[in-house]
């Protein structure tokens, strides 16, 4: 089945930074220690989004209470070993923000130079995070979703999809030999 077909709209694809140095630094910190305001690039990468998308909304930048930083970083520390193995060496910082015309945004921050990939942000909004908790649970932060989408299309989305059969196992497990 094909429905592929032009992106629905034009926007930046990634961030693109002038200060990667800015952004190295970030890495050489503990991760718990990668909670921040809400950079401007980054704030301008989002308005270019919501403009390309036709969401309503401006972000700022603002920095998190103690209490939500505490409650962001018990987040962070609370994940597997082995997630923030994966997770430490490419997550540049989680943002924080304001407006952003959705609950939250991931995305890759290059380098405006040379195109070279220097990790990945999380932006959080504020105005949902302090009506909830970090903590898993009916209530928590994890399982609630808002009701603004992240990315409003004026057209369809598409995908294009291909499905292969697969190949055949000659392993000894996989036989369908009958027995007697």
């Known amino acids: 089945m094909d429905i592929g077909g032009p992106p629905p709209f034009t926007s930046p694809t990634m961030i693109y930074t002038s200060d990667p140095q800015h952004w190295h630094a970030l890495l050489a910190r503990p991760i718990l220690d990668r909670i921040l305001p809400l950079p401007g690039e980054v ?5 270019q989004i919501n403009m390309a998308t036709g969401v309503d909304a401006v972000p700022s930048s603002c920095s998190p209470d103690d209490a939500l930083l505490a409650d962001l970083r018990s987040a962070l520390a609370g994940m ?11 997550l540049l910082g989680v943002c924080v923000g304001r407006g952003l015309g959705s609950s939250g945004v991931t995305d890759i921050v290059a380098d405006a130079v040379d195109g070279r990939i220097l990790g990945c942000i999380v932006v959080l909004d504020l105005d949902l995070m302090e009506a909830q908790t970090a903590m898993p649970g009916p209530r928590g932060r994890i399982t609630c979703r808002s ?4 990315l409003r299309s004026r057209r369809p989305l598409r995908r294009r999809t291909t ?3 697969p190949a055949p196992c000659n392993s000894c497990c996989c036989t369908n030999s009958a027995t007697s």
């Open 43 to 47: 704030r301008e990468f989002v308005h």
């Open 80 to 90: 597997p070993a082995a997630v923030l193995e994966l997770v430490g060496p490419l």
């Open 147 to 150: 009701a603004a989408p992240a």
């Open 163 to 165: 499905i292969r059969a």
